[in-house]
């Protein structure tokens, strides 16, 4: 596989009355083309930061992010970006929501409409085309969240905990559904978590990351075979990586502290 995302010697300085603070510090990832990656790490490690840099949403105060072979400078349409909070608008049904961001796309009314429907049916809410999204669930509100980005077709999808509000039932249904929609259309995801269990069943690979500055840990191949099920999660080998995953995550928190 080639390599899609490539992320070289990034740095992220913010500053602000109180000082600046280092984010990120000189980061460098390959990501390949079809991949699912998973930055996992505890909170203010720059998870956030790296994903918006990647997708042009945040500037790097060194360092460059080429996607393709293009340098990423803004937001780009091979980029679509997923957050934690529901993001849809509310006064516009599901199936306009979704054709909302292809008008900027240029493709007459009728070509949106059609590909609202057949995005609509991809993510399972065919039946819910024509409700508002706050006659939705959680988890479905964000199956149209993930539904607008698909509308566009971007290569790339990066997603910043995007089940981090969801009950865990409805988490793991969610988990599921996109390791299979990312099976089918052959995308590039970069996912956001804080949750082990959560890397280990979706990830190819875990980035790991520390804090204070931000900087790649480790980077951790996963070996279990997919599909993955829930039920896998009390098997040796997800027992053994979860353990040292946790206690990785652990000794990085109290050093920090
Ligand atoms: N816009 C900003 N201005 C100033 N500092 C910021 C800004 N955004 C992030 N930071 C700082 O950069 C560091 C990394 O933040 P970031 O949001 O990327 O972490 P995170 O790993 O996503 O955390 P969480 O798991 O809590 O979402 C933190 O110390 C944070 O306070
Ligand atoms: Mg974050």
């Avoid at 390599?3 to 460098?28: H, Y």
């Avoid at 990656?37 to 790296?50: A, H, M, R, W, Y």
């Avoid at 279990?224 to 353990?243: D, K, L, W």
């Amino acid at each position: 596989m080639s390599s899609l995302i490539e992320v070289n010697a990034v740095a992220k300085t913010f500053s602000s009355q109180n000082g600046s603070v280092l984010a990120l510090d000189t980061v460098s990832l390959d990501v390949a083309e079809g991949e699912f990656v998973v930055f996992l790490g505890p909170s203010g490690c720059g998870k956030s930061t790296l994903l918006r840099i990647i997708g042009g949403l945040t500037s790097s105060s060194s360092g460059y992010v080429r996607i393709g072979g293009r340098n990423i400078a803004g937001p780009d349409p091979a980029v679509g970006m997923v957050f934690q909070s529901y993001t849809s608008f509310p006064w516009l049904t599901v199936e306009d929501n979704v054709a909302f961001g292809l008008e900027l796309s240029g493709s007459s009314k009728a070509g949106r409409q059609r590909r609202a429907t057949e995005i609509l049916g991809r993510v399972g809410l065919t039946k819910f085309a024509r409700v508002y999204p706050s006659q939705l669930s959680g988890g479905m509100q964000q199956r149209v969240a993930i539904a607008r980005t698909l509308a566009l077709n971007p290569k790339v999808l990066l997603m910043d905990e995007p089940f981090g509000a969801l009950d865990a039932l409805t988490r793991v249904e969610m988990q599921s559904f996109l390791v299979d929609l990312w099976m089918q259309e052959r995308k590039t995801v970069v996912f956001v978590t804080h949750d082990i269990d959560e890397a280990i069943l979706l990830g190819d690979r875990i980035v790991v990351l520390s804090p204070h500055p931000g900087r790649i840990s480790e980077i951790v191949d996963v070996p279990i075979p997919r599909p993955r099920t829930i039920e896998m999660t009390e098997e040796p080998e997800f027992v053994r990586m979860r353990h040292r995953l946790r206690t990785k995550i652990f000794q990085m928190a109290s050093a920090a502290a």
